[in-house]
């Protein structure tokens, strides 16, 4: 029997002067201790960067997703039918064959019920990306602009009135009569930017990661789904939840160490035209007993005068397994940085995962 179910990991990266970004630029949160907003990236933007890697490594293309939109139709006072797109549900394949669906998991819910809903949780947790302390992060402000004040000539400009109709150059020239406005550089105000030593943490579930629950009591598969998957190869199995059926060990050895790479070495590529940085991973902690983590990448207050000060620390002797790149030295004090850290950590991954008896927990 097994008994070490989880493998726990914390990566120390270094972000300089980057943007986490959505739709609202940076994001942040208000940390209450010390009475500022810190940046961070959500865990599901790092799921996200860690799926991405994942299958770029494996070479495959993910799983198809379903936008449905549903048509209405409206009548107005006077007898006139409108018709109105409106969203719909969003439905995933449900297929465990592609790697980004078993280890990110799914959810499929039909509207009206017409479809029996089947989901899977995944079986990776994962935080967001955090400031290791908030003292060791920053976020800066500035305005940036689309200036094409250089060549006036390509830069084409339209005014409208409130009615919407297109003024002409003398309109325009009138309008801008005693005002320092230009027309040839477009502001964008208040754009944040992070910079720091950030953390994530992530805790791998051995007991379903390569392992998809037949129970259809709350189901994961459709029966169509599960008569697949044995064609397939898939090895039937019982593991703490109930029947199951496991990924055959050759495929499993083509995504663990696809798995234990992209752990490591994902960063966030969305809308990076203007603010790419390395991300570079400074430390990773890998650990079956999550508290030891929290030691073993950490930093410490320290109270000089008026003002608090965060020293980081790497820890080898916490209880973890610690690897330490170069580039981390340029950070914190260390002692055994090395120029194969993450490939050492890589392995250490690849060889809990493989030391897990899927088959017969």
């Known amino acids: 029997m097994n008994t070490n179910n989880f493998i726990y990991l914390r990566g120390l990266k270094h972000a300089e002067n980057a943007v986490f970004c959505v739709e609202n630029g940076q994001k942040s949160y208000y940390d209450p201790q010390f009475g500022f907003q810190v940046p961070y990236s959500s865990g599901q933007q790092v799921k996200r960067s860690i799926l991405s ?10 799983a198809p997703t379903t936008f449905v939109f549903n048509v209405t139709e409206t009548k107005s006072s006077n007898g006139e039918t409108k018709t109105q797109l409106g969203e719909g549900e969003v439905l995933s394949i ?8 078993l280890l990110g998991g799914w ?3 039909v509207k009206e019920g017409k479809e029996r809903t089947v989901k899977r949780r ?19 402000k500035e305005n940036i602009t689309f200036d094409r004040s250089d060549r006036p000539e390509t830069h084409k400009i339209k005014v409208r009135d409130p009615q919407g109709n297109e003024l002409s150059d003398e309109q325009i020239e009138a309008l801008l009569a005693g005002s320092d406005r230009s027309l040839l550089r477009k502001w ?15 805790a791998i579930d051995l007991r379903t990661l390569f392992c998809v629950s037949t129970n259809q009591y709350e189901p994961e598969l459709s029966k169509e789904m599960i008569a697949n998957l044995e064609e397939k190869g898939w090895v039937k199995s019982k593991n703490v939840f109930g029947e199951c059926l496991v990924l055959p060990k050759e495929e499993r050895d083509k995504v663990i160490p696809a798995l234990a790479k992209a752990l490591i070495n994902w960063r966030i590529t969305s809308n990076q035209a203007r603010t790419f940085s390395l991300m570079e991973t400074l430390a990773v902690a890998i650990s079956n007993n999550a508290n030891t983590l929290s030691g073993a990448i950490r930093a410490k207050l320290i109270d000089e005068g008026s003002k608090p000060m965060a020293k980081p620390i790497i820890d080898e002797n916490a209880g973890a397994d610690v690897f330490i790149t170069l580039p981390c030295a340029s950070y914190i004090v260390t ?4 120029a194969d850290a993450l490939i050492e950590a890589e392995k250490k991954l690849i060889q809990l995962m493989n030391a897990f008896d899927f088959e017969n927990q």
């Open 53 to 62: 890697a994942l299958i770029e490594g494996l070479g495959v293309e993910p």
């Open 94 to 101: 449900c297929d465990p064959t592609y790697p980004d669906q």
């Open 107 to 109: 959810m499929r819910a």
């Open 122 to 140: 995944s079986p990776l947790s994962i935080s967001s990306m955090h400031p290791l302390h908030p003292l060791l992060v920053s976020k800066s």
């Open 188 to 202: 964008i105000p208040d754009n944040y930017r992070a910079t720091g030593l950030f953390v994530y943490d992530v």
């Open 335 to 338: 002692e055994n940085e090395s």
